[in-house]
């Protein structure tokens, strides 16, 4: 740490033992202070009700509802055989701690049965005060009550939300995650798959054709540990910023056409980079779409079209013009289309995939550029 640099006043957040250990060392202090106090307005016998009060509150983080009904007890028989009419204090931090740490309605019934006993306690206790000035006091222990109640409520509500955020968050951690893997390992799979049978077929009759197609099983299947590797370091990884750094973008769009396994016609139109996210998620959509080639047309030629004339937006579109084959029953397949459909919502845009009337399929995707690209 830099000289420069502000130190933390309290290097980490205490454990529960050591809160527990607060808990008492206030408990007894506050116990000590009220129980002098009352020895002084009312005798031995308030001193020593006044500690008794506060004691149980020592033990309030473990047992929060139990604690408050013990304390609040103690303050009624405080009032009604002793007169300290403060014992209600003690009451406020219980009913903090229950409002922090149980749910809503178990909390708000323990607010209203604090509010009732201690107003009863008030106002039923023969003492020498108008009845103007015994109604002061309840409003003003009644509130004075509730306001801890509503800090602790808070609490609670502030540690619900992050962790329902929490929760969203590796919600859509897991999602981005199975997102990736299923277009790095379905592409490549069925690529390495199609191309092997095709290898296979072809042995015989034409030796040049096999090594050549086992050759793109090869190339494939090096690709797919390369993309693996990069997704485990990113996993690795404690940033963001490993993902765009290292994700593939237009200039691995020549490397994955020519190892789809179709011919595949490419063009790219010149045009102002784009953000990092949106490069992955060209490449993305093209890589599914070529997928959805092999798997559905097998060797039929494809064309690739980027279109960069667009200052706002980049368009995509993959065609192939043979009639597709019957849909492919391999195991876990009919996912590509979603998969696509995602990856351009995420970027704020659309796309459309659908059969050509002369035969074959056609996928189309358009995508803002974004703010980065603007600049």
Not at 32 to 46: C, D, N, Y
Not at 77 to 103: C, D, N
Not at 208 to 213: D, F, N, S, V
């Amino acid at each position: 740490m830099g000289d420069g640099e502000a130190r933390p006043l309290v290097a980490g957040r205490l454990r529960d033992g050591q809160w527990h250990g607060v808990d008492t060392v206030a408990a007894v202090l506050l116990a000590l202070a009220f129980g002098a106090s009352g020895t002084r307005s009312g005798g031995w016998g308030a001193g020593a009700v006044a500690a008794a009060v506060w004691l149980p509150v020592a033990v309030r983080r473990r047992r929060p509802v139990g604690v408050l009904y013990t304390v609040l007890a103690g303050a009624v028989l405080a009032m009604a055989f002793t007169g300290w009419e403060e014992s209600w204090i003690p009451v406020g931090v219980a009913l903090y701690t229950v409002a922090a740490r149980e749910p809503r309605r178990r909390s708000a019934t323990a607010l209203g049965c604090s509010l009732g006993a201690v107003a009863a306690a008030l106002a039923l206790v023969p003492r020498p005060v108008p009845a103007s000035g015994v109604a002061g006091d309840v409003v003003f222990a009644s509130v004075m009550m509730t306001l801890p109640w509503l800090v602790g409520t808070a609490l609670r509500e502030q540690r619900s939300y992050a962790e329902l955020a929490a929760r969203q968050a590796l919600t859509d951690e897991r999602l981005r995650i199975a997102r990736e893997l299923h277009d790095v390992v379905a592409h490549h799979l069925t690529v390495i798959a199609v191309r092997a049978e095709v290898a296979r077929a072809v042995a015989a009759a034409d030796p040049q054709e096999a090594e050549r197609t086992l050759a793109l099983v090869g190339a494939a299947g090096r690709t797919a540990l390369t993309e693996m590797r990069r997704m485990l370091g990113v996993l690795r990884s404690p940033g963001d910023g490993a993902e765009l750094g290292s994700a593939p973008g237009l200039a691995d769009l020549p490397t994955l056409a020519d190892g789809a396994g179709p011919r595949v016609e490419l063009f790219v139109d010149p045009g102002p980079p784009l953000p990092p996210g949106v490069e992955l998620a060209v490449y993305r959509i093209v890589q599914e779409a070529l997928t959805n080639v092999v798997r559905h047309a097998g060797s039929a030629d494809c064309r690739v079209h980027l279109s960069r004339t667009d200052p706002e937006a980049v368009g995509i579109e993959v065609v192939n013009d043979a009639p597709a084959r019957p849909p492919s029953r391999r195991p876990g397949g009919g996912h590509g289309l979603v998969g696509m459909r995602e990856r351009a919502a995420m970027c704020g845009g659309t796309l459309s995939a659908g059969p050509l009337a002369t035969g074959g399929f056609r996928v189309h995707a358009r995508l803002p550029r974004g703010p980065e690209a603007a600049r």
